[in-house]
DNA sequence: TCATAAGCGAGACGGTACGTCCCGTCTTTAT
DNA sequence: ATAAAGACGGGACGTACCGTCTCGCTTATGA
């Protein structure tokens, strides 16, 4: 009589999980990170500010990156369930989606300046950071951190895009892909390597200059 | 006639300083961060690897990311005294400078595909990554490796780009800080984050819209 | 009902501690200090040699001199329960005592003998000297030391001496503590200072002497 | 024409030898190891402290225990120079002797009581007790100490005791060089592990048993 | 008399060890 | 069985000194 799933070695049982030490421990490692810096940030400070074992961290993730990007996916979670359940009501869990307006630069414009803002909002920036950081440098890190984050972000812009390029406003040809690049790529530069304050106009600049590099040639 | 500067507590005499140390310092950090990457790198095994005592790491640097960032820039430093003294014979120490044949598009193609080709070359990645990683997450070394090393090359750019805008190919009331992150932005982006190849073609087309996107409008 | 004591701060648990990681220090320790001599033991060394992290040691000594104490302490302890359990059977765990046959410079000259031959045991010599010499400079280790180990051995002596004045065969108003210092002293003096040999024929001498020097006076 | 003397690789020209540093040295050393204790004096310390490079140390002496065995000689050599000067007036560099007033008992006992009274001096106590616990471990250095200075003393106790015994007050057959252990091995005993303090009366009180211990037999 | 070579101060160097901080594993006790 | 607690073997940290090795700078001859 086979066992019910391969279970390796000490698999740890997911439903007899603490909820009360999972959060605890999201909070101490957002809150180390943000108040000491990742680099400073260790497994048995998060611990000991959790009031929880080492082995429990130990038990539920394989590294400190790994806490801070699933305490960083809850506290992005709980953020975007703001933003939703705020102004407009009860719209489930699925995804938001881009505004589309009809008018692509005053949406573009909008979400560019949202992301501005959350970057530059104290309590986003040390975790995003953080685990930017430690993407570029690890990649299977990188690689969770882009595919259960930005990617999903990213594919908002696709989706707007290609909409865009059906209704006429995009040239054809163009790669979705490239033309949101246009715009997150600049952005992103200027926070990551602080060259310049990110602002909205810089935003609004962006947008302008984007859709004027990916709009129909006349004639 | 006042002595250049003051002289902090404990400040080593730079004029007794081993060259050959340094160099096997510089060598040892570049080759560990290849070999095991940054994080795994340490200053003990710079300094075993380098046949040279710790505190003469110490003595000259505050951290392992202040070693490698003057490894980099030695590296730096000794690529483009090769690829000026190369092909083109004796121009001298000053800066290189853009190509400038008139054909802007031509010259920035040229441009961003050395960039790809640099970005992919293996000496170069994994001290790069390293670097940018460590600026991203500490301020200081990010301003020091921005302007020490980013900040000249980027100026070329605006060089170029403001030559190409009174020579009328780019349009009045564009900023080229904002023109050139147009281009090396989606570049940056791809790279770091690792979410498409970098090649020849992508450089290509990223120079096409972003002429499109800060061409002149014709009236 | 109070606690047993404060437990100042960091203070490990001993019931989880280690024996076998104990047993293999103060070996490694003995070992260390006959063989390179006290100065070039160090603690890094004992640990390795244990096979045991530095923090172990650390954890439960704050020196090197004191983890030698304990070591001495135990093999010590071991050496008085060989001797005691050896010949004679079960006597059980209390002190032994002096011999007592009622001829005083008989069992003297027997324990002095004894004495000679125990610091001239290359087992036990290099690690004697090294923790006399640190207690010579360092009076806490000193007092430890003293108390611990050397105290209870001229406890005896004391004994030994109150009963043969008792017996009539010291002189009243002779301080045993004082007495017992006249054979002591000068066999300590030899084997630190290293002026003589130290021999059994040497043991009775002293014992000659001293014991004249505090015997009743005729008339 | 062979070299006036076989002169090892870098054997020093000590006519040309700085008697100012060599004084600094010597104050510097005695100063600190009374001030923080032999382990914490290091060569360094003493280098910077008397104003003199470390390679002048290193030049003239092998160890830092050899720098504190010449500078406590020196310090030896003036307390016995102001001893001697003093009220007596001039008697010239020779030794001096125990006083021999034909009574031994009191003879003795103002020598230990002195002995007393140095041992008890603080400017004496560190020095003193840093070379002789350094010599119980390093059988190299101890000899030099006992050789250099304890033997000498000593033979001054040989010569009083050999004419005490010519004189009839101690037995025939009696070894001085153990009749003077009697004496000075308990004081050692006493100061060196600070087991009871050390006073005139316990210097009065050895005298007056060990005296009795070497004593003629009446018949 | 003056170069020249020594001792000297200073301190950089290749090292070793220090005592501390964490790592990730393992074990114990309590819920 | 999970969790809090924390001891364990181990590795790296950044510091303090070790003893050796140049550096310039007196200083004191001896050719």
Redesign the interface.
């Known amino acids: 009589m086979p066992e019910p799933q391969a279970a390796s070695p000490r698999t740890p049982d997911a439903t007899r999980r603490s909820e009360r030490s999972r959060r605890a421990i999201y909070d101490a490692a957002l809150a180390l990170v943000t108040e000491v810096?990742?680099?400073r940030t260790t497994v048995e400070g998060i611990a000991s500010r959790a009031g929880v074992g080492k082995q429990t961290i130990y038990r539920w993730w394989p590294s400190k990156s790994a806490v801070l990007l699933d305490a960083y996916l809850d506290l992005a979670g709980q953020a975007a369930g703001d933003a939703q359940g705020g102004p407009g009501g009860q719209d489930g869990p699925e995804a938001p989606g881009l505004p589309d307006t009809g008018d692509l630069a005053a949406d573009l414009r909008a979400v560019l300046r949202a992301t501005v803002d959350e970057l530059n909002d104290p309590r986003f920036e040390a975790p995003t950071?953080?685990l930017?950081?430690?993407?570029?440098?690890?990649?299977e890190l990188?690689?969770r951190f882009?595919k259960r984050l930005?990617?999903p972000q990213?594919q908002l812009y696709v989706d707007r895009l290609t909409a865009a390029r059906e209704a006429g406003q995009v040239r054809d040809g163009?790669?979705p892909?490239?033309?949101l690049?246009?715009l997150?790529?600049?952005?992103?530069?200027?926070w990551?390597?602080?060259?310049?304050p990110l602002t909205h106009a810089?935003a609004d600049?962006?947008v302008?200059?984007?859709?004027?590099?990916?709009?129909p040639r006349?004639a």
Chains 1, 2, 3, 4 share one sequence.
Do not use: C, K, M, N
């Not at 990551?192 to 310049?196: D, F, I, V, W």
């Not at 302008?208 to 709009?215: P, Q, S």
């Open positions: 810096g990742y680099a950071r953080a930017t950081a430690e993407g570029v440098v690890d990649p990188g690689a882009v930005l990617e990213l163009v790669d892909r490239v033309a690049e246009l997150v790529g600049p952005l992103t530069h200027r990551l390597l602080r060259t310049r810089y600049e962006l302008e200059y984007a859709l004027h590099g990916i709009a006349q």
